[in-house]
Structure formats: structure tokens, C-alpha cells
């Protein structure tokens, strides 16, 4: 199945091209890109989505030691300086997902928060 999408990240558009034998796979790789990029968290509605993508590699003396990771993520900066972020994940049985929006206040401790640089569900890229 092939199936062509055109989508507005940001100011700039991007083309998608999905050339996939297995017709359920593509219809998830399209549910994916035409997932809409509104944050529906309270102070962050109707605010322009950035995209961001940073390579982390994995921390030594962990199993992910010395892999290379890419990490794929939407923010919204709120008008009080917090962002609300969502990353892509990968289910380990195959498939991408985007997190749940969730906000990130630079002003705050991040005692019950893991570090951005590590998974959350899913495995990273």
C-alpha cells in the first residue's frame, strides 16, 4: 500500500511517502503522522507545536550502555514559561505512539520525574 501525506510541522510542510506491503502497518504509520498537534493541557491550548529531535546515548554501566538513542519530541511553551512536552515511543512489539502531554516546569525539582534522557514507556528510536 502507498499512501502520500502532507503535513505542517511548524512553520515549514513535510511530505511523507509510506510505501508498505502490509496494509494494517501503513493505515498505523498514517494514524501516527495525522495524529493533530494540539496540546489539550489547560494553559497550553491553541499555542504552536515545536518539534525536536537529540540523540542520547545509553548510560554506562546500565544495559543500554554505549547504544544511540533518537529522541522525537513535541513541546508548547506556556505564556508562564512551562512546557508541555510529548515524545514519540515504540512499542517493543512493534508500532510508534506519541506520550501523553505532560508538563515540565524548569522552575520545579524533578524529584518524582525521570530525567528526559530516559525511557518512559516504549523504547526510543
Not at 13 to 34: H, K, M, S, V, W
Not at 37 to 44: A, I, K, P, Q, T
Amino acid at each position: 500500500m502507498q499512501i502520500k501525506i502532507n503535513r505542517k510541522i511548524g512553520d515549514a510542510n513535510a511530505q511523507f511517502d509510506i510505501d508498505e506491503r502490509d496494509p494494517e502497518r501503513a493505515l498505523e504509520y498514517l494514524t501516527f503522522l495525522a495524529t493533530p498537534d494540539d496540546c489539550y493541557l489547560e494553559g497550553f491550548r491553541g499555542k504552536p507545536v515545536e518539534w525536536r529531535a537529540r540523540r542520547v546515548k545509553g548510560k554506562e554501566g546500565t544495559p543500554k550502555a554505549g547504544q544511540e538513542f533518537i529522541y522525537i519530541e513535541r513541546r508548547v511553551r506556556g505564556d508562564d514559561g512551562r512546557w508541555a512536552t510529548s515524545q514519540m515511543g515504540k512499542f517493543q512489539s512493534g508500532g510508534l505512539f506519541w506520550k501523553q502531554w505532560e508538563i515540565y516546569d524548569p522552575n520545579q525539582k524533578r524529584d518524582n520525574h525521570q530525567p528526559a534522557d530516559e525511557d518512559t514507556g516504549g523504547v526510543p528510536f
